[in-house]
């Protein structure tokens, strides 16, 4: 039976995972011709982690769901659904999810994935929240997960500074107050040239007799995506603020998608948050796609204290972007 009353999703439990491999600037030096210097002054990030050969993105998951129900007794049993944000899945099918499950003995979860590049764990999230919200489903998880290194070409500096792999989750309940307040999310497609991973799909298979070995690669306009990223994020959350009748006094945390620290920082200024308030962790795990958002908090969560309002924003692929707002009940 339904509940009459107005319901909302709040997190009750978060976990994070992160490789123990990592690809230091230094590394990086050897590879391309590049800096720490250069690096740290573009970027912000010393460091990235890389999931070993033979492990996939499923691994890194099941990983942070386990972190997640040891440090918060949650029993992995009463999963309605596992909802997994990835552009790095397993393979083309099964859903990520599905193998994740498996990987877990879970076998009665509704579980299937989403790709919305380095915006999908907040259309994830607001996914999960509408099916809490619904009041068929009760326990609702939500993953973000990405083994980028997978495209990165190691040499090519424009991308191999900025990517790591990683996995960040959170549990939804319902709640009658606090919880997610709000989300808006967009996209447009008119990014598409400018950040993609041509290769592999039915457009650019594999075996195409013009197969180009580079469409197998990330590619990026990294100018073009600063200059629409800072854009989207900052007026998104601006919107969505002023919406809910809310300023930036109102909000204690800004937890914007992890690509770059000066995209970070520019918007940050451009809403006019002060800079402590702007979480960040880039500098040692790097643009993690999916998994920036949940691992920021993670990584901050005996800072955030229960009540606080966070704002958060991302901006990838497609393009697509978005802001979220929610107060945080553990």
Sequence with gaps: MLN?????????????????????????????????????????????????????????????????????????????????????????MPATANIVCDKLNLTRVWAFDMNA???????????????????RYKNVVVVGADKISTYVDSKDRSTNILFGDG??????????????????????????EYLNIKGGGTLYPSDAEDWNPNHRYLQQD???????????????????????NLTV????????????????????????????????NITYSGNTIAATIPLCIWDFKHQIKKGDLLLLTA?????SWGASLLKWNI
């Design 117 to 135: 590049a380095c915006s999908g764990f907040l259309y994830a999230l607001d996914m999960g929240a509408a099916l809490i919200e619904t009041g």
């Design 315 to 319: 901006f990838g692929a497609g393009f």
């Design 222 to 244: 990294g100018k073009v995506v600063f200059k629409h990223a800072v854009n989207a994020m900052s007026s998104t959350c601006q919107t969505l603020l002023d919406r809910n």
């Design 249 to 280: 006094d109102d909000v204690t945390w800004l937890v914007a998608h992890q690509a770059n620290k000066r995209i970070i920082d520019a918007v940050g200024k451009e809403l006019g948050i002060e800079e402590e308030k702007a979480l960040n």
């Design 4 to 92: 009459n009353k107005q319901q909302y999703a709040q997190i009750t439990a978060i976990g994070g995972y992160l490789p123990t491999n990592k690809r230091t600037n230094a590394d990086l030096e050897l590879l391309s011709d590049t800096s720490d210097e250069w690096i740290m002054k573009r970027t912000g990030i010393k460091e990235r982690r890389i999931l070993e050969e033979g492990l996939a993105t499923s691994d890194m998951a099941v990983e942070a769901i386990k972190e997640m129900c040891s440090s918060y007794q949650k029993d992995m049993k009463d999963i309605d659904v596992i909802l997994i944000a990835t552009s790095s899945p397993d393979m083309p």
């Design 167 to 192: 996995a960040g989750v959170v549990w939804l309940e319902p709640t009658q107050e606090g919880g997610i307040q709000d989300a808006l999310l967009v996209s447009d497609g008119k990014g598409i």
